[in-house]
């Protein structure tokens, strides 16, 4: 049989991820979902937000967190991480992840609780990244 290596669509892209979900059924005995998007305003203009989504195994993941630099030293972050964590258990979470720079926000996340559980550093690139994780 001979094998070539193509480029996906989208249908195939699904058919795929619909392939690995049915797989992991096995695995996972329960399903959850549900996505956190939210922001701060102030006088009209959006100056913070974080995102994210439940993932297997009541993992909910922090895909996204920024406050712009003039509001930070607020208690902007830790606001709408209170906020993401409440929400997330809500959605029936009980772990959030989340992953992070080396110019970003590691003594930030270890201020709020979160476990440092894994890093690598490119040297190549010249930069890092930091991955935590905080049971909720």
Do not use: H
């Not at 249908?11 to 795929?16: A, N, P, S, T």
């Not at 102030?42 to 996204?64: E, H, N, P, Q, W």
């Not at 997330?88 to 609780?113: C, E, H, V």
């Amino acid at each position: 049989m001979e094998i070539e290596i193509i480029e996906l669509d989208d249908k195939q892209c699904l058919d795929i991820e619909n392939r690995l979900s049915n797989y992991d059924e096995d695995y996972i005995g329960y399903q959850l979902s549900g996505n956190v998007s939210i922001g701060l305003v102030s006088g009209g203009r959006l100056i913070a937000g974080a995102d994210g989504c439940m993932t297997a195994f009541k993992v909910f993941y922090l895909s996204t967190l920024y406050v712009d630099e003039n509001q930070r030293g607020k208690g902007l972050g830790r606001l709408l991480m209170q906020t993401m964590e409440e929400k997330a258990k809500a959605l029936g979470a009980n772990m959030i992840r989340l992953d992070t720079f080396d110019w970003q926000g590691s003594p930030f996340y270890s201020k709020l609780g979160y476990e440092q559980v894994g890093s690598y550093e490119n040297e190549l690139d010249g930069f890092s990244e930091y991955f935590f994780l905080k049971r909720i």
